[in-house]
């Protein structure tokens, strides 16, 4: 067009036209992409509209698990819109199981000799805070983790406030406790040695306790042989109603839901991994501790900082250097279902679990290790453990003895341990 006005005498009005068809070109183009982005952004909008509550029967890994295994799920949770934020209302100073508890944490003892003493494991941090003075106000911190998870899981595991007050309305106060336990299929020969002795030493003493063992992947002829043998009620583990990240067994989270599954149930649930074993003496010493105080487990030899990563305290807003204590073992524990134990320890436990980036996390597996000589913080990471003993040292500090059971004398741990129990196993 351009040589055309240039042989042309009305060269300027053929200069004019060209000028004119450029932008009109341009103002085309623009338009087309402003639209496109209009279109975009839109279907976002829709997107995130469509993920608002969705239907539980609806929730499947689509939902919730590729955004979690591609580190994008913790990204997800915190659009405020789309998902329940699990930040509590503060509770009533005069309620009555904060009233108990708190009157539990101050008439105990600072110590008790027969349990392992509150001191910090390795060099202490100076510019570290402490924990509040009083059980109340570290009650408000643990209720007050800004933990987002879809408010249709905590319906389903009666963890909302109307669940657990549904829960707890009826004291059933069971004299001993329903034992629990699961196995996938490279843990099938080391828990034939705690039904061993569920059979031989823990049924003698207690013979109406059941036992309900959650099939985490048995093989087909390893879950014939547990269904014929096992003389307990053996469960699938529902993996389809809940996010993806919960079938990578190593992350753990399928325990803490797996013992609320059993509290909706029973009202005295006792956790023990495949590597328990029982020496046949009573529990009841165990039994009267959970009883007591809510919740019992072992305290364990390592140190919680040491052997948690950074993204779960952040995960939890709680500091590092303020955790540099014994961890609870999560292997063999017991938990009696009240307004406390839901809504303080096993509430967050599970939220925690749910929520992707809080206690497993993007190559969480390269933490497992946990180095002997160095003990810097954050080496390694155990997952359900760490989190465990994150809320039972947040709650109980300096008074931890309250919820520790000493293993010694009525069992023991034993990893590794293959036996042969079961006919033809």
């Not at 007591?292 to 390592?302: K, L, R, T, W």
């Not at 008074?399 to 079961?422: A, E, M, P, T």
């Amino acid at each position: 067009m351009l040589r055309t006005c240039r042989r042309n005498r009305f060269s300027i009005i053929c200069a004019i036209i060209f000028v004119v068809v450029i932008v009109v070109n341009f103002c085309e183009l623009v338009y087309k992409y402003d639209r496109s982005l209009t279109v975009i952004n839109s279907n976002a909008h829709v997107k995130r509209k469509e993920n608002v509550e969705p239907d539980f029967e609806q929730i499947d890994s689509k939902v919730f698990g590729k955004q979690g295994l591609n580190d994008q799920y913790s990204d997800s949770f915190s659009e405020g819109h789309q998902y329940q934020e699990n930040k509590l209302q503060e509770i009533e100073p005069d309620s009555e199981w904060v009233h108990r508890m708190n009157q539990l944490f101050e008439n105990a003892p600072t110590e008790n000799f027969d349990k392992d003493p509150f001191i910090r494991q390795n060099t202490s941090n100076g510019a570290c805070e402490n924990f509040y003075p009083t059980f109340k106000e570290n009650l408000y911190k643990v209720l007050n983790y800004s933990l987002n998870v879809p408010k249709k899981y905590l319906e389903m595991l009666s963890l909302d406030d109307a669940g657990i007050r549904n829960l707890t309305e009826h004291d059933l106060n069971s004299p001993y406790p329903v034992m629990a336990s699961a196995a996938s299929s490279n843990h099938f020969r080391e828990i034939q040695g705690l039904i061993r002795d569920y059979h031989k030493k823990l049924l003698p003493i207690y013979p109406g306790m059941k036992l309900i063992l959650f099939d985490l992947g048995l093989n087909a002829k390893q879950l014939k042989l547990m269904t014929k043998y096992c003389k307990c009620e053996v469960r699938q583990f529902p993996f389809q109603i809940f996010p993806d990240h919960i079938r990578i067994l190593s992350g753990y989270g399928w325990k803490s839901l797996i013992i609320q599954l059993l509290l909706q149930e029973f009202d005295f649930v006792m956790w023990t991994d495949a590597s328990i074993r029982f020496n046949g003496r009573p529990l009841d010493k165990l039994f009267q501790g959970a009883k007591e105080v809510g919740v019992q487990a072992i305290p364990g030899s390592g140190s919680i900082a040491v052997r948690t990563n950074q993204r779960t305290f952040t995960a939890l807003g709680e500091e590092m250097c303020l955790f540099d204590y014994h961890e609870f073992e999560a292997g063999w524990m017991a938990v009696v279902r009240s307004e406390f134990t839901l809504t303080a320890v096993m509430r967050p436990w599970v939220s925690c679990a749910l929520q992707y980036g809080c206690m497993d996390f993007k190559n969480s597996r390269s933490f497992l290790g946990c180095p002997l000589r160095k003990q810097r913080y954050g080496a390694c990471h155990r997952f359900d453990q760490s989190v465990l003993g994150i809320i039972l040292t947040r709650l109980f500090n300096y008074k931890s003895h309250l919820c520790q059971f000493i293993v010694n004398g009525i069992g023991f741990i034993r990893r590794g341990d293959y036996v042969n129990y079961f006919p033809n196993s």
